[in-house]
């Protein structure tokens, strides 16, 4: 049995009581490295920037109540969390973010034999500001007036923010400062912002009294803090690594950290960016960090906290006697100190039923890994005997602890029976994940475990189970491994199941199933032994076949369905004939079956028929109301959140995302968008998901963040062999053309532009646009793929785009009219143009009403004759819409091109254009002169002002801009000037 005395090889010793104070000090040079934080370690005052993910919300929050807008006062801020949230980052920058302060910045220290009152303000005004005028040694209350006075008048020449780190371990003069200073009048320009770690200990400490006090300060926030979420972490993983992480990654990391970006970043510290796994040892300096405070207690106490962490789970005093006491020296009154000890100092909690657990997320595994592999596999066999003479059956939670003491003592048949006893707990109490997880670890022991006589098929059986709860793709998997081993002749168990294929295949974005394939699955239906099997197939079927055909079938499935008591093909059955009367216009009887699928499907928490009833229902309802409809939907998410799996709600807030995309409601797309990834959504709904927050991205110039999410989304498709959607295409389509790329836009788009469906449909604008680019860049047509050119000229009429219920086919023609006339340079351009921007008005489509209006305006500008004044009313409309999207690129095009046309734009002043993006199409052949008066021409100015600026005459700028327009093929000075924004550098000859 493992020994929990001594300091094992490699293991730091107890250092002893008598030098405890010392470490202490030690600790905290006056460079010393920041523990709570976002991105890299570095020293305080390091200066570094670091990017912050996650917190938008809160730092708007900060920034608002530290510098109010409209006021002449400043607010003030506490932040509290535990270490390793990021208190200290999100802290400096919301500070950085407030106009032109004053920043005066100090830590306080964990001194514990000597105390110095108000050592922070020592520290942070050291040398400086009223350093010199404050005499600290004197009585903290004439210190203190003395610096409020110093405050006063450095508050009427700036705003002046004290950030005052790690409050925790103030003494009371400075706790007493720091609340004293916050109250101060309502109309000083002083802001207190402060960190405060939460230590819940058995202890009581002086800062808890203090933030009790704090929140009664009427111009002060307390603020709580809690980890990044899972989609926060992948943001954050991003950051880290440069790149979009693998989804292995990103599920490793999460089960290690929980969300706190401290150790985030420690643990993918030196990671290799396309690393699909962490490596099997965490980085040392992670492992310093987190274990310290335990090593400090000693190694008694150290090694009773690593039998605590084999456990895995919270236990009592007692519980922890009966493990320890039975098979090792200590005590029962050395446990008991031991664990007093620990949650004295904050490394463990207690809970109110008396059990034991570590603060820290990463502590259990760090500890448990300190121990020999011999020692591990020694402790989880006693907490395995434990169990077994337990009488009782235990809760979920205890049967899924055994297991996982079985799996890792070494033992097949023990480890196998509890993976499996563990994984039908999971599925009884509805843990899918969990079950999941043990029905793998059982197939893995099954090969080395004796067990005669246990079927193969039963196990792939609870795994399928499992996999219904966690998305089409585990399920998938499980129906591929039954179909693999049910013999054929049992004909209505393999029909149900390559009846379920035929469904999971389609819902995980797969390639649909060929008519060949639904009708074979048709044909083996015998209504002679018809069962719910049959029914099943039926019901299948009918979401594939055409319509009258597939309405016959679906009634057909219904009926049958109806004499089965089954409710999983009562749903089903029923979605079927929504689907048949969704197609045939029937809304009345849509109305009239949705309750009753959706009954059915909750009461067998089927999670896929859950959501294709939600959605024929809701595009029904409400499919002429792009806005009604994605709050249904919205609705339909809050419904189902608790009541289905993630990965079934997390559909739901995709398609929401869809829509309050295309409406403009990018703040809504946002919300929904992080939802869907707070977990993992399931790989189709991932791709999904990416594809409309990447093509957020583009619109918004993130073009970073929207190639981070395409990244992701390649992975994904690649593993899956996932069909893409047109969000997907059309996305990536724009992120190529903002670089210039027509050629690879064109081939993104070949991918589905022979479809014969709505998607299809909705690829023709973005074919005409690829075309439009391409030709006005002066690059030859045939240079395109032939499909893309073939569908940039296609009859939209010819296929029809129905999406959620809503007709798009005139705004597509109505653009692609548009974008073929700009391709040809045609004199009814800007026409064209006002008619798709109407079009797009009328469809609630306001990034494509801008994109229309936008071009709109050039087709005037650049016109033979250019009409200024019609121009001006589409491109002060676009440059609104833009605006208020946050489409920046938009918007800085347009600004640029007012400017250029010298048309004034409402409330621009004087602002600033966002440099030009590198692109390939440079204007060569140009003179240093001629560079220089183009500068000035995209710059605004008129012929007079480039002749007064260069030193020549106006005659001789004409003739050099004439020379340019020449070179560029530009048809006058605007359309020179648009042309010119977009490349950086210009090149000379």
Same mark, same amino acid.
């Given at each position: ?38 991105? $890299? ?21 900060? @920034? ?140 009581? #400490? ?32 991003? /950051? ?143 907490? /395995? ?6 009488? *009782? ?12 003491? &079985? ?36 197939? *893995? ?38 179909? +693999? ?19 999971? #295949? ?74 048949? &009367? ?34 024929? *229902? ?45 409406? +403009? ?54 593993? +899956? ?5 047109? *969000? ?15 050629? &690879? ?32 860049? +002066? #690059? ?25 219920? #809503? ?20 004199? $009814? ?20 009403? &801008? ?6 305006? @050039? ?11 019609? !121009? ?10 833009? $605006? ?13 091109? !007012? ?91």
């Amino acid at each position: 049995m493992g020994c929990i005395h001594g300091a094992p090889a490699g293991r730091r010793a107890h250092r002893g009581p008598a030098l405890r104070s010392a470490t202490l000090i030690l600790r905290c040079p006056a460079e010393r490295r920041i523990r709570c934080h976002t991105g $890299d370690v570095g020293p305080r005052d390091s200066g570094t920037t670091r990017q912050i993910v996650g917190r938008d919300d809160v730092r708007r929050r900060i @920034v608002a109540r530290l510098d109010p807008p409209g006021t002449n006062g400043g607010g003030s801020i506490v932040l509290t969390g535990e270490p390793g949230v990021g208190k200290t980052t999100l802290a400096k920058d919301a500070v950085s973010r407030i106009s032109n302060p004053a920043v005066y910045a100090g830590s306080c220290l964990p001194l514990s034999t000597v105390s110095v009152p108000m050592l922070v303000f020592r520290t942070m005004f050291r040398g400086s500001g009223p350093g010199a005028l404050v005499d600290f040694d004197t009585a903290p209350a004439t210190a203190l007036l003395a610096l409020d006075a110093w405050l006063d008048d450095r508050a009427a020449e700036q705003h002046v923010v004290l950030l005052v780190d790690d409050l925790q371990w103030a003494d009371s003069a400075t706790l007493d400062a720091v609340l004293f200073l916050m109250s101060g009048p309502p109309d000083r320009r002083v802001s207190v912002v402060s960190t405060v770690r939460e230590e819940p200990t058995v202890i009581a #400490r002086p800062v808890d009294r203090w933030l009790s006090s704090a929140r009664h300060v009427e111009s002060c926030d307390v603020v709580a803090l809690g980890p990044l979420d899972r989609a926060g972490t992948t943001e954050h993983l991003t /950051v880290l690594l440069g790149r979009s992480p693998h989804q292995t990654l990103v599920e490793e990391v999460w089960a290690h950290t929980r969300g706190y970006p401290y150790f985030t970043a420690l643990t993918v510290e030196g990671i290799d960016p396309d690393a699909r796994h962490l490596p099997p040892r965490l980085p040392e300096r992670l492992a310093e960090a987190v274990l310290a405070p335990a090593h400090d207690l000693g190694e008694t106490v150290a090694g009773l906290l690593r039998v605590l962490a084999v456990a895995g789970r919270p236990l009592t005093a007692a519980e922890l006697r009966q493990v320890v006491v039975a098979d090792s020296a200590p005590s029962r009154a050395d446990i008991d100190r031991a664990l007093t000890s620990a949650a004295e100092a904050g490394v463990t909690g207690v809970s109110p039923d008396g059990a034991h657990w570590f603060r820290h997320p990463l502590s259990a595994e760090l500890l448990a890994g300190e121990l020999s592999e011999p020692e591990q596999i020694s402790w989880h066999a006693a907490f /395995v005997r434990r169990a077994q003479q337990q009488t *009782e059956s235990g809760s979920l939670e205890d049967i899924i602890r055994l297991a996982d003491h &079985a799996l890792a003592s070494g033992h097949p048949d023990d480890a196998y029976r509890s993976a499996v006893a563990a994984c039908r707990a999971a599925l009884a109490a509805g843990s899918f994940a969990q079950a999941l997880r043990f029905a793998d670890r059982a197939l *893995e022991w099954r090969t080395e475990a004796d067990l005669p006589g246990e079927s193969i098929a039963e196990l792939l059986e609870l795994r399928r189970q499992a996999g219904a709860g966690c998305g089409s793709d585990a399920e998938l998997e499980a129906v591929e491994g039954l179909l +693999g081993v049910i013999p054929p002749e049992h004909r209505a168990r393999r029909l149900a199941l390559e009846s379920r294929r035929l469904l999971l #295949r389609a819902m995980a974005q797969l390639p649909a199933p060929t008519d060949d394939e639904v009708r074979a699955l048709r044909s083996r239906v015998e209504p002679d032994r018809a069962g719910w099997e049959d029914a099943f197939a039926l019901a299948v079927a009918s979401l594939f076949l055409p319509p009258p055909e597939a309405t016959s079938v679906a009634e057909e499935a219904l009926s049958l369905a109806r004499t089965t008591d089954h409710d999983a093909v009562l749903a089903w059955s029923l979605v079927g004939c929504l689907q048949a &009367a969704d197609r045939a216009g029937d809304t009345a009887r849509v109305r009239s079956l949705a309750p009753e699928a959706l009954d059915a499907a909750i009461r067998v928490g089927d999670g896929l028929a859950h959501n294709m009833v939600t959605h024929i *229902e809701t595009s029904a309802m409400h499919g002429g109301d792009p806005a009604a409809f994605a709050e249904a939907i919205h609705r339909a998410r809050v419904g189902a959140a608790g009541r289905l799996p993630h990965p079934f709600v997390a559909w739901l807030a995709m398609w929401e995302a869809t829509d309050w995309f295309h409406l +403009g409601r990018w703040d809504r797309c946002s919300e929904a968008i992080r939802f869907t990834l707070s977990e993992y959504p399931g790989r189709a709904a991932d791709v999904a998901t990416r594809a409309v927050a990447g093509w957020l991205a583009v619109r918004q110039g993130r073009l970073e963040l929207a190639s981070t999410h395409f990244a992701r989304a390649d992975e994904l498709i690649a593993e +899956g062999r996932l069909v893409r959607g047109v *969000e997907d295409v059309s996305g990536r389509a724009e992120l190529l053309l903002t670089r210039g790329d027509t050629v &690879a836009a064109a081939r993104v788009v070949d991918a589905v532009s022979a479809s014969s469906d709505a998607e299809a449909v909705e690829a023709i604008p973005i074919a005409a646009r690829i075309l439009a680019d391409h030709v006005r860049a +002066g #690059r030859p047509e045939a240079t395109l793929p032939q499909m893309v050119r073939a569908a940039a000229r296609e009859t939209v009429a010819a296929k029809g785009a129905v999406v959620d219920g #809503r007709d798009r086919s005139s705004v597509c023609a109505a653009v692609q009219r548009a974008e073929l006339a700009r391709a040809a340079d045609s004199a $009814d351009a800007a026409d064209r143009w006002f008619e798709a921007a109407a079009a797009c008005a009328s469809a609630e489509l306001p990034w494509e009403e &801008a994109y229309s209006c936008e071009k709109a305006a @050039v087709a005037l500008l650049i016109a033979s004759r250019p009409d200024r004044a019609a !121009a001006a009313a589409p491109l002060r409309h676009a440059t609104a819409i833009a $605006d208020r999207l946050g489409a920046r690129p938009l918007a800085d095009a347009l600004h640029q091109l !007012a400017r250029s046309a010298r048309i004034p734009l409402p409330g621009s002043g004087a602002r600033d254009v966002a440099p030009g993006r590198p692109h390939p199409s440079s204007i060569d052949g140009l003179t240093p002169r001629e560079i220089e008066i183009v500068r000035l021409v995209v710059a605004g100015r008129t012929y007079r002002e480039i002749a007064g600026e260069l030193f020549v005459s106006e005659k001789t700028v004409s003739s050099h801009i004439s020379n340019v327009l020449r070179k560029t093929g530009s048809t006058n000075r605007i359309d020179l000037a648009r042309r010119a924004a977009a490349v950086t550098p210009l090149s000379s000859a």
